[in-house]
């Protein structure tokens, strides 16, 4: 069945870089997303990546896709504070269902 | 300007109690649907329609009732509320975009659902 996996909690200091990882199972995944939600918040489109594509850069964040090991990665440079929050990753398949993952908890100590 | 508004942001009620959150959208976006996001973070989806039409409708008790009176709105009626209910309810919105986009969503603040 479709499944995504985030591992729960990451913590960094401030100033270094923070890569938080994805794997999905459903090999027809054709879009990928990662949202960020910060407390009491809802949900926020960072960025996302189309199959056909192995790398995005956005500013402090690059997405790598590794469509052979299903494997989804979110990196972003010089974390702050303010990056602080959930990250998910999610996966659609072209249809109207988009299946999200656990949540990756990104601490950043000053 | 806010895409994705659902009220009330804050719901605090009794169980047996009967409640309703209301949501709109203003990006034109054809497809509406309900998550809820338990005291763990994790994330489901509840309904799904597009263009007022159910096409998404997971295991969820038939207590919960979706309404779409145009595909600009999606509220969501709880009957007998109960403990478990209590819990965050997301409401977003896509439009399908064959091209690099996907099935982009754009999630609403949240409403904080306390059953006591």
């Known amino acids: 069945g479709e499944d995504v996996e985030q591992s729960l909690f990451l913590s960094v200091r401030e100033g270094d870089s923070s890569v938080i990882n994805c794997t999905y199972t459903d090999s027809s995944s054709t879009y990928l997303y990662w949202y960020k939600q910060e407390p009491g918040a809802g949900l926020q489109l960072l960025t996302y990546i189309f199959s056909n594509m192995d790398m995005k850069q956005d500013q402090r964040l690059t997405v790598l896709l590794n469509k052979k090991d299903k494997h989804l990665s979110l990196r972003i440079a010089d974390t702050q504070t303010g990056d602080s929050a959930i990250y998910f990753c999610?996966?659609?398949?072209?249809?109207?269902?988009?299946?999200f993952g656990a949540g990756t908890r990104l601490f950043v100590k000053a | 300007d806010t895409a994705v508004s659902q009220t009330p942001k804050y719901l605090v009620t009794q169980m047996g109690n009967d409640k309703s959150i209301k949501c709109e959208q203003n990006l034109g976006h054809d497809t509406m649907y309900w998550y809820k996001q338990d005291s763990k973070k994790f994330l489901k989806i509840m309904f799904s329609y597009n263009n007022k039409e159910l096409i998404i409708n997971e295991t969820v008790p038939n207590r919960f009732s979706p309404k779409s009176p145009d595909k600009a709105h999606l509220n969501l009626h709880i009957n007998s509320l109960e403990l478990g209910d209590s819990a965050v309810y997301f409401c977003?919105?896509?439009?399908?975009?064959?091209?690099?986009?996907?099935?982009?969503?754009?999630f609403g603040e949240g409403s904080w659902l306390t059953v006591v």
């Open positions: 977003a919105s896509s439009q399908r975009d064959r091209g690099l986009s996907g099935n982009t969503i754009y």
């Open positions: 999610a996966f659609n398949t072209g249809g109207f269902k988009t299946i």
